[in-house]
């Protein structure tokens, strides 16, 4: 049987490739996953799932735990499950989750091809959005199909979920659990190149916003450059950084990784005239924390850094700064390898592909937090070999996304169990 | 005589503030210079001079030497030249020029009161261009306006001209001169405190993009953040800036000054998205060097910094810079202090304030360097005390607009002579 659904995955290639290619060709980035959802609930509905719509009402949700603070406010912004229930259940159920959303493409001239007419060169389809994770969309639907090709049907609540909002919040997976989606296991696809995720750090989004002492530049001497004030401050919270990287300070699931708390000034924005002393700068940063950690303390301690670089610099005694935090307040979370979760999910990957799984250490966050830390789910992330997420010439490995989709078939079969079709 | 032509600044002192008020309170920033021209205008003709309003022809001006790369179009962006011309000439020539852009306001919330709605204040009047320089142009019209008052008119043709562009190429006043304007002396009204300008620095504008190779930050060890990169080359552009400050590098003119070449990092934009490494940082730079260089040699001096920095940090070496040239190429200069312009126009400060002149080697250009480079136009720059120019609450001393407007009043009289009025 496990040798029949592997196959069906196998005849089904050509549909998978198809598959992420019609969803890399719909640009779903923030704020406009609305013509990608519509996709998914078709082929959702194509597969007589039932379907769940629904958008993220931010005054009830905000009352959860894993709340991250609203970077925007959009129609059409919604959340699609498609909800599988056996005829006789006898397994366990299961969540398989993946993210609609794709990051902003960068500077479009860097890319080899439009980031959103993907094309498939040297076994890799590439695109934004490829690895990131529309590739781990595809493979759980594929996966899911399977059953039915060789006339089976999963024994166990399966919900298929395609959400808004993982790459800045998180919000899209927290709604599902307020509207109370929980299984026994969940699956996040994430393009984590054939591993299993063993903890991920927690992410924590700010937009640090420095005045200075403006004049012209004639007078530079006495006045504050603010985005020079800002770089200042950027360089010691890096300080702050390299303290936490210390490898004393570590969980033991990051013992062995390079530097995974990262802090990344993502986006700066300041001045208006070249030759005037910029009046104000913004810089939107992304701050990297070990599981374990507050948000609150995280924040605390960012404070306390830049106050001190100020009390410590005469120079930038001028310097206001005003922190806003929008996006990301996450947790870091570290998943239980030795549930049977995690164990029958490494059985099947060696099912497959003859060895035993790598375990990874997330220097990134995602939605399998919510599940782990609110959900009462556990969760993990396992999907495919990527390059280049979040930057240019993004592109997925095709006979990745074919082996994990073959895996998350097997793993269906063992965790949900299954039944023969009636006629 | 001089002594009628001080009261009756003295007595117009009302009007002169009026003046200042009004052109303050009409925002002026560039491609926005039309209202405050056509104010402009309605004063040139009021006093019966004659009205020159003329655009610039980027085709045509480009062939002169000092024109600058342009960084935009507008429409209705024209310069006003009032001319007077005696009816019987024995003076001297005279241009008193001064410029109608003003540099953007900054973020308007550190201001104490709107930018464009001035105050006044402990005998300061504040608002965006009030020092800068709308208060100089005031004060040479108030300073036109004696003469009639007291039944005399100047015996030189003396050209008023209120400017574009001077904050950003220069092109405005350039294109009087292509236009025909020149005469034996320019004054120019910057608000340079009641000194008299000896020499200016070079200033040249430049846009520095960089190109970094981007990746989720998770990977950030692996690419290269673009913004980041960009402030590496930025912090050995300066080194460089400190070189160019030596004393052993410096005109004498320049020899007690406070580092008067500065680089600014005036603008700054880059990157799209917190959690990603930015594909690209644009930073507007602007450069000031020594009179007796070249443009073209701080071009050079400047490309040569930036390769030599990538060469030097191979942690750069995924760096792709494009330098993009728009605004000043502006050379500096050297105003002759022995010529009898500057003795006549010495002597009248002290005749008002009885004190010897002090002299000013500005760190900043002003539209002097086209009168005196390329106009055969003796210049310099003479004007009130202001304060926070380009900052936040710019202000000018109204009793130093007065003084100098005495000062050019007694000029004008020197210099053009006169004539007494037939009734």
Chains 1, 2 share one sequence.
Not at 105 to 117: A, H, I, Q, S, Y
Request: contains cysteine; negative net charge; aromatic residues 8%.
């Amino acid at each position: 049987m496990i040798h029949d659904l592997i196959q069906a995955i196998e005849d089904q290639k050509d549909s998978l490739v198809k598959l992420i290619l019609d969803l890399v060709s719909i640009n779903s980035l923030l704020g406009n996953e609305d013509h990608a959802q519509n996709f998914i609930e078709e082929q959702f509905r194509s597969r007589s799932l039932a379907i769940d719509r629904f958008g993220i009402n931010h005054d009830e949700l905000k009352k959860y735990p894993g709340y991250s603070p609203s970077i925007g406010d959009w129609e059409n912004h919604e959340n699609i499950v498609g909800i599988f229930k056996p005829e006789k259940p006898k397994g366990r159920s299961l969540i398989l989750n993946g993210h609609i959303d794709v990051v902003p493409v960068g500077d479009e001239r860097l890319w080899t091809n439009p980031p959103f007419e993907p094309t498939i060169k040297d076994g890799h389809l590439y695109g934004r959005g490829s690895g990131d994770m529309k590739a781990g969309i595809a493979a759980f639907i594929v996966a899911f199909d399977s059953f039915k090709k060789i006339g089976l049907e999963p024994a166990a609540d399966i919900f298929l979920q395609s959400v808004v909002e993982e790459e800045c919040t998180g919000n899209g997976a927290l709604a599902c659990l307020q509207r109370g989606y929980k299984a026994q296991a969940a699956i996040i696809p994430e393009p984590f190149n054939e591993t299993i995720m063993s903890a991920q750090v927690g992410v924590l989004w700010l937009n640090m916003e420095v005045f200075g002492k403006p004049s012209h530049v004639l007078n530079a001497n006495h006045g504050t450059n603010a985005i020079e004030g800002a770089f200042v401050l950027w360089q010691h919270l890096k300080s702050l950084c390299e303290d936490w990287n210390n490898k004393k300070n570590r969980p033991a699931a990051f013992s062995n990784s390079e530097d995974p708390i990262k802090f990344n000034l993502g986006i700066i924005e300041g001045g208006e005239w070249a030759s005037s002393l910029a009046t104000r700068c913004q810089m939107n940063l992304r701050i990297g924390f070990f599981p374990g950690i507050h948000t609150e303390d995280v924040i605390k301690s960012i404070e306390k850094n830049i106050t001190q670089t100020i009390q410590n610099n005469p120079e930038l005694s001028d310097l206001k700064v005003n922190l806003l935090y929008g996006g990301f307040q996450s947790q870091g979370c570290l998943v239980d390898l030795e549930s049977d979760f995690v164990k029958t999910l490494s059985k099947c990957h060696t099912s497959i592909t003859n060895a035993e799984p790598d375990f990874f250490a997330s220097a990134a966050t995602t939605d399998a937090r919510t599940f782990n830390l609110y959900g009462d789910t556990p969760a993990t992330c396992y999907g495919p070999k990527a390059r280049n997420i979040h930057g240019i010439d993004e592109c997925v490995s095709i006979n990745s996304v074919i082996k994990i989709s073959q895996v998350i078939a097997v793993f269906i079969a063992e965790w949900c169990l299954f039944n023969r079709l009636s006629k």
